[in-house]
């Protein structure tokens, strides 16, 4: 008949602490663990609606992501309450029959003692360093008995031995009779146990040094969350100075500019809160692992306990090999607080009720390029770019004077600019280039599609410096980092073609138009509003302030109306109504001036609109 030892080890322990069950909880797979255990596991898990065992690496759904709600094991768990309620009786008395109840067990001797046996036990000089426990402990769980199982085949030996190859605990006598064909390798369980908790420890520095990178990034986002709350209280200072200046006229204005303040604010709270939040739960996630792998020493590991520690250790390998957190980002948010400004309105009178707009042709030019337009762009000085396929790249000031050509030789399809003033070129050959602020060519690459491959389409820079290439054919956007080489993704257009392409500064979404419509897509480029009107081609432009500007226009009678609109496409007012364009053509630009002025190119001509 088995002993009480036998049933606690080979049926009542918990695989993963090693103690006796507690609250037992039965996987899809028929293993049961603790749920403390199963709780532990599901924190090193990202997604927490499955749990994944850790001896045969099954999934298994937690209702609700509570793993209380997994089934118990009634069976399992009613016995376990059996099994504490029942005393072992002591395994040193020679009497056979009406055995003395232990008290004691001897780590080291692996017997259960009685009163008696124990105290003669500790009268022997020779088990006088041996490690004794309390059977209220044992029994508790508190405590887990280190031990040597007896071998089942030769119950006088202790399983002394390990076979790598079958992954167990066997005796001498067995490691040289069953374990000594090829396959097998014996060594001794001391030896084996050393190996597992040296890569245990390793794991343990590794853990340490993770969370000591991890707890020093938590401490840079909070400095960057210092640097944003004095920028954010010199804004709301500079509120208040120009409140006080204008009291009774500004009240509403103040109350208006805070109003932003607190967006801002609460904006990029939130981007750092989610970072941290990201990081303290990575922290937590090791923490959790590292206690499971560390569980899993108390005793020698064999059967489902083996497989479990090394699932745990090899998910904590994984987590380890990620990289750190970068630094980057959490600093991005503060650099984009810091361009935050107030500007000192200084028309007082007018601001209670608004301001009346009239907007007017300030500039009427003609192209050098006539009919060569190919592209529109932004770019520094407050000058705006006008790119010819006929060779090179026309820069205008706001009233219409052209400052210079650049780059005659170049036969520009898209232009886009980063913003440390380089340029972004692609040719009619769809090659994109890249030029310094002096118009000198870059030693850098791009792989791109060429035109029977992706066709022509768009081109623009986001607030990161990312480079935007869309192909026309193949329906679909390549996204570059300044460095050139291959894409880092790409992203489809839902079945619209990307002739023109721009990006939202502030969310990142995207902005195209085939002409027949405008279309926000987000950054996995899954479609949003789609803004139509009958009988008009669209050609659209994100502004400074992320509101959009759409030129309608009714190519057949040659009039364009250019409307405003906010970043989630609700309609604010109207620009331009019907202007008379000298040529009707079927491509079209669209931009705003750094200055607020509204330029539309025809393919032979540049209009600029201003406010008056």
Excluded at 451 to 473: A, H, M, P, S
Aim: aromatic share 8%.
């Amino acid at each position: 008949m088995a002993t009480f030892h036998q049933i606690i080890s080979q049926n009542l322990e918990c695989p993963i602490c090693l103690t006796l069950l507690k609250q037992p909880k039965s996987l899809t797979c028929s293993h049961t663990l603790c749920k403390d255990c199963l709780q532990l596991i599901s924190q090193t898990q990202s997604d927490k609606k499955i749990i994944t065992c850790p001896i045969c690496r099954r999934g298994t759904s937690i209702p609700s992501g509570d793993v209380d709600k997994l089934q118990t094991n009634i069976s399992l768990s009613s016995l376990v309450q059996e099994l504490k309620i029942k005393s072992p009786t002591c395994t040193v008395c020679e009497r056979v029959d009406d055995k003395s109840p232990a008290v004691c067990f001897c780590e080291d001797c692996g017997k259960y003692m009685c009163k008696s046996c124990e105290k003669g036990h500790s009268f022997w000089k020779p088990f006088s360093t041996h490690s004794v426990v309390a059977m209220s402990e044992v029994l508790s769980g508190k405590v887990p008995l280190k031990r040597r199982r007896k071998c089942k085949k030769h119950p006088s030996e202790d399983e002394e031995c390990f076979c790598t190859g079958c992954r167990e605990y066997v005796c001498c006598k067995c490691g040289a009779l069953r374990h000594s064909n090829a396959g097998h390798n014996i060594e001794e369980a001391v030896i084996h146990e050393e190996k597992i908790m040296e890569i245990v420890e390793e794991l343990k520095k590794r853990v340490k040094s993770k969370k000591t990178t991890i707890g020093n990034h938590i401490d840079y986002i909070e400095t960057q969350r210092n640097k944003i709350a004095i920028i954010m209280r010199k804004l709301n200072h500079d509120i208040d100075k120009t409140y006080e200046e204008y009291m009774q006229l500004l009240s509403a204005r103040r109350k208006a500019l805070k109003r932003q303040v607190k967006h801002w604010s609460e904006k990029f709270e939130k981007e750092l809160q989610v970072m941290e939040e990201e990081s303290r739960r990575a922290i937590s996630r090791m923490n959790a692992m590292e206690e499971l792998v560390t569980n899993g020493m108390k005793v020698p590991l064999e059967k489902d306990a083996l497989f479990a520690h090394d699932t745990l250790c090899d998910n904590l390998k994984s987590f380890l090999g990620r990289d750190d957190p970068d630094d980057q980002s959490p600093r991005g948010v503060t650099q984009r607080a810091k361009k935050i400004s107030l500007r000192r309105y200084e028309k007082v009178n007018e601001l209670f009720l608004g301001e009346l707009e009239s907007w007017d042709v300030k500039a009427d030019v003609e192209l050098p390029s006539n009919s060569c337009l190919a592209s529109l762009a932004r770019a520094p000085g407050g000058k705006l770019a006008v790119g010819s396929s006929d060779g090179g790249i026309h820069l205008y000031f706001p009233d219409g004077k052209l400052q210079q050509t650049v780059l005659e030789n170049v036969k520009v399809r898209r232009i886009g600019f980063l913003s440390d003033g380089r340029s972004v070129v692609r040719d009619i050959n769809n090659k994109v280039s890249l030029y310094s602020p002096q118009w000198e060519k870059l030693d850098v690459t791009f792989e791109t599609m060429r035109n029977f491959e992706g066709g022509l389409g768009g081109l623009t820079v986001d607030r990161d410096d990312n480079i935007y290439v869309g192909f026309g054919k193949s329906t679909n956007i390549l996204i570059f980092t300044p460095e050139g080489g291959k894409a880092v993704r790409n992203v489809m257009c839902d079945g619209y073609i990307p002739k023109q392409i721009f990006s939202f500064h502030n969310t990142g979404k995207l902005l195209l138009t085939d002409e027949s419509a405008v279309v926000f897509l987000d950054i996995k480029g899954k479609e949003g509003k789609v803004l139509k009107k009958e009988g008009t081609s669209a050609y659209p432009a994100v502004c400074r302030d992320d509101s959009v500007i759409v030129a309608w226009v009714k190519n057949a009678k040659g009039l364009v109306s250019i409307d405003r609109y906010t970043s989630d496409m609700k309609h604010v007012r109207n620009v331009i109504t019907n202007f008379q364009i000298q040529c009707s053509w079927l491509w079209y630009y669209l931009q705003e001036f750094e200055s607020g002025e509204i330029a539309f190119c025809t393919p032979c001509r540049l209009y600029i609109f201003h406010a008056i």
